[in-house]
């Protein structure tokens, strides 16, 4: 495959960013240059907003169900072009390509979801206590919106935030994290095949160091991001000081507990799954279990042997089941981890996590116990295929490590016992709570968001994405 020029998209030019230059590299082959670009200036990030501002007006214009039309229209495009673009995928970014087919398809969904809002009401009408006036409340477009996504998800979760911005007729000015430059590009073309008219969506591939004005700048009124909490919290302070709203997606430290009662043939698979596949790096992601010491010796067992049965390699290799991290920084802190957990003498039942042989940013699954409440692997976002497993005697115990540290994001619980169940559903402080299922996914007509640092208030997709990119306008209304 031949390295391509990646380029950002400016008023509907894609230009060359006369920022610094990045190679963009195969991660399962980092020999490989996938492609290369520069990145933009602030000042051009300032044209882009600029752009969009300029562009604004007659989207918001264009009826709403044309929107949708053109919203529709690009899940076609996805859908059509779903072989090459999960190609691209796992070339860029190393998920296996299995999974990158199910995120161009679910990002065709998303679209596809997203188009169908155009058939909601878009304002109510309240009676008025006065004679021969009405009173209107009206849902209308922002304005500017800046979205900044993260590299796990590169296309999904940029189709979550796009597809209600869009529909609700703003302009977007949009950052992806520099290390999936090149799916970004494809999904802009994408968005302009589709109809959607230049400048409407401007792309800026723009190091940290330009993305300021994407939160300072007057004329965008809204940012929606996905990344980690470090970033997000800076990007709330920034707003809260600039004017902006802003939602912030950010890290989890997901449990799965598994109760004396679970179904262990049912409950494994999901966590090895919700632990392991995509190399961890989902926020979602189980990366620490807490199970009854009535099972623990056997869950360790399973959850080990399982791992070790995971084969490991190029995602574009059939047998594959995981591909590898996305880069030689994201490989060396997850190692890092299990170093750091193995010197404070906690045990590794499995192979790895070094992968001889293959010279990608390769980290084998990984399952380690002695580990708790206060140890690094047990209470930070790991972000690899690295499982911490603790035994708990009692079920109150169980709940407060499932509901220790700052994350809040989503959780597993696996019993058949309803009383227990429902426990949980009104104890365990998460936003996505899977009870007997894995604790990985969201569905686009489902709200999805974190409590604690792992979210803003704000959710995203079905009707929220709506709510957060759009506001009322009351109208006191006297023909
Ligand atoms: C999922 O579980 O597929 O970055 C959704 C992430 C989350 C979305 C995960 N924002 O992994």
Known sequence: MESVNIRSNIGGDWVEGAGSEI????????DTEVGRLHTVSIDQVREAIAAAAAASPSWRGLPLHARGEILLRVAELLEERKQELARGLTREQGKIFRDSLGEVQRAAEVFRYNASLANLKTGEIFASPRPSEQIWSLRVPLGVVSLITPWNIPLAIP??????????????????ASLVPLIAQRLTEILFDAGVPPGVCNLVLAGQDAARPLLTDPA?????????????????????????????????KNSAVILADADLEWAIPQVLSAAMLQSGQRCTATSRVIVSSHLYEEVVERLARGSDE?????????????GPLVSAQRQAEVLGYVA??????????????????????????????GVTAGDPIFEEEVFGPVLAVAPSDDFEEAL??????????????????????????????????HVNSESCGADPHVPFGGTKSSGTSQREMGTAGLDFFSEAKTVYLRP
């Not at 189709?159 to 950052?175: E, M, S």
Request: aromatic residues 6%.
């Open 340 to 369: 750091g957990a193995e010197s404070a003498n906690a045990h590794r039942h499995t192979k790895g996590p070094q992968v001889e042989g293959l010279d990608g940013f390769f980290v084998r699954p990984t399952v380690m116990t």
């Open 310 to 322: 995971l084969e490991v390699g190029d995602g574009l290799e059939p047998g594959s089941d995981l």
């Open 159 to 176: 189709a979550w935030k796009l597809a209600p911005a869009l529909l609700c007729g703003n302009a977007v000015v949009w950052k992806p």
């Open 400 to 433: 407060r490590l499932a509901n220790h540290g700052s994350y809040g994001l989503s959780g597993s619980v696996f019993t058949k016992d309803i009383g227990r169940i429902l426990e949980y559903i009104e104890r365990f402080d998460v936003g996505v709570l």
């Open 220 to 252: 965008i009124r809204a940012c929606s991001f996905t990344g980690s909490t470090a970033v997000g919290q800076s990007l709330v302070a920034l707003g809260a000081e600039h004017g902006p709203k802003v939602q912030a997606e950010m890290g989890g």
């Open 23 to 30: 190679v963009d590299v195969d991660p399962a082959h980092p």
